[in-house]
């Protein structure tokens, strides 16, 4: 049996990069693998100061190459992607030279109007294999001489659509209440003001799931005491693994999701396999995304939201399980990933 090490800024949480390495990490132990977790930030295998995105100083050469040392095939999840920690990308890029190695791409710099001047990432050696999450990121990689393969993150199809009272009791929610999730870190490019603006056309409460991050704290706060709609920001103390969220989406009627940019965006293909309709914004990779026959709602007008929480749309929704079950499975992600490693040599 191989050794699979899985190395980030942070894993084990609950942002959008930790969430697949988890699922990646399941696929990777389908295989044989015994699997292993490296980063700065997060209950993680092995913890090496540095790597987090806080850092101040660079990782010890010795302890970063102890924690890789026993690797027999190394994902870096993202890490030698977005110029976020430099000297950490440059430190684990350096002792994955001339190794098997997956870079494990979601946002690469020049999709970000303040990363765009940084050329240093992504960085490449002819040992490794590229993977992007999108066909919008391949072929920019591709356009700038990198070869990259696309896999799509994969998700449990084995949902079940219906309520979950007990979440709505631990909220507070009445079961008339038009409860709006949108399950999000709270930073700019999630437009909270628009996600609120929805719930307010609509008459619904408006549900934040997570924290504010990057220095948005005081600005969200504002958003949401200016909120002409009930807010609840948070989740009940005992559904704080949003790893695992399906009991937080059956509590809700419908789905919020007007980021301006997301690298992939799961929420909307978790709605649609909870059986909740969402409204998307027009970022370039749900447009993406959309081409596949997603039937979403605009997030620039309420009337459509409003009419499916107030009639309903089981053709629609069975639409959109539809696709989310034959595009974006587990199953589906696994023997993408399986291909990928058959055609390195890489399967244990």
Known sequence: MGLCTFVSFRLGLTDGVSVVARHWQQAMESFGFTTLTVAGDGPVDRTVAGLELTATQPPDPTELANALSDADLIVVENLCTIPLNLPAANAVGGLCRGRPTIMHHHDPPWQRQHLAHLTELPLDDPAWRHVTINDLTRTQFAERGLTATRIYNGFPVDTVGGTSPRVRAALGVDPDEVLLAHPV?????????????????VGGTY????????GYEHELQQLLNAARCRVIHGVPNDHLNLQNPSELYRAADAVLFPSSWEGFGNPPIEAALHDLPVAVGPYPVAEELRALGFRWLPTDTAEPLSQILAHGNPEMLAVNRKIATQHFSLSTMTDALNDLLADAGWLP
């Open 207 to 214: 549900w934040l799931w997570g924290p504010a991050e990057d």
């Open 185 to 201: 870190r709270a930073i700019p490019r999630k437009n909270v003001g628009t996600a609120i603006a929805l719930a307010e056309a």
